[in-house]
């Protein structure tokens, strides 16, 4: 991690964390300090001057998640894996939720997840619950391609061989790839406490929507006319969640769908007619 001065671009000070990151959100309240987590969870709070003020997490050194630490009423919710991560070798693990004091870094309490945590939490209110929650994605992220995928067992000039393969991955995608668990979950934001879960159907493709269907022609434009626009996509199992004003959670998933999730009647079971999705097309990053 580096500060570099707004005024003149230099080098104002480097910090070296304990293990590798990945997507860095650090969160701010603005307080001269701020908080990040790294590939295996691990959390830390410093200062604007680049001090190690905190540490705290690292569930599992062998795991990974493309998850991000988020700040709310001075606790720091931070989303990892136990056993699994993003990249592709990698077998599906569990994902964890834990929460820190923010002051302080003390773990205040940890719930186990069932499927993989790939993203960070939403906090606010939902509808039919009192009080603060945590709304949360779960899911394993999304594979490769079939030509990426093929790049790491064959050579590349056989790779446009394995065309006719390539076909039949989206005629029947669900035949070259095992069924990805998934979920959209709340818990209370104080204890950690369960207050209701959307299991989804699940994810049985190759890749993430639209990155195996349109990866020949992103491919095709990257090579000729724009060499700026990436062939794929590889976005996370679902993007990050929102809650708006009246409590409805909001999460888009890696099927290019968004979800709308209301508990209207607060019984802490949701049933279809409390569920909502918008199709897009494609996945969110």
Avoid at 50 to 77: E, H, N, P
Avoid at 91 to 113: A, C, I, M, N, P
Avoid at 229 to 242: G, H, I
């Amino acid at each position: 991690v580096v500060a570099f001065s707004t005024t003149d671009g230099s080098l104002k000070w480097r910090f070296q964390p304990y293990m590798a990151l990945y997507n860095f959100q650090a969160s701010s309240i603005n307080d001269g300090s701020f908080v990040f987590q790294d590939q295996t969870g691990g959390v830390y709070r410093l200062g604007i001057d680049g001090q190690l003020l905190w540490y705290g997490g690292q569930m599992d050194r062998g795991s990974a998640t493309t998850a991000a630490a988020v700040i709310s009423d001075k606790k720091v919710y931070a989303v990892s894996n136990l056993g699994g991560g993003m990249k592709a070798h990698m077998k599906e693990g569990r994902g964890l939720l834990h929460v820190y004091d923010y002051e302080s870094g003390r773990l205040l309490w940890y719930q186990s997840l069932w499927y993989e945590g790939n993203q960070a939490v939403a906090v606010g209110e939902i509808a039919g619950h009192p009080g603060k929650s945590l709304v949360l994605g779960m899911g394993q992220n999304p594979g490769l391609p079939w030509f990426m995928l093929m790049s790491y067992f064959i050579p590349g000039w056989l790779i446009p061989f394995t065309a006719p393969l390539y076909f039949l991955s989206l005629r029947f995608p669900s035949l070259f790839a095992s069924k990805q668990g998934r979920a959209i979950v709340a818990f209370s934001a104080d204890t950690g406490a369960l207050r209701w879960v959307w299991e989804m159907e699940p994810y049985h493709k190759l890749a993430a929507a639209g990155d195996n269907e349109k990866f020949v022609v992103r491919y095709r434009e990257w090579v000729s006319t724009n060499p700026n626009n990436e062939p794929l996509c590889l976005p996370d199992a679902n993007a990050q969640p929102v809650i708006d004003g009246a409590g409805t959670a909001f999460v888009p998933f890696q099927d290019g769908k968004v979800y709308a999730v209301r508990d209207e009647n607060g019984d802490g079971s949701i049933t279809p007619n409390e569920v909502q999705v918008h199709l897009v097309g494609d996945a969110f990053q």
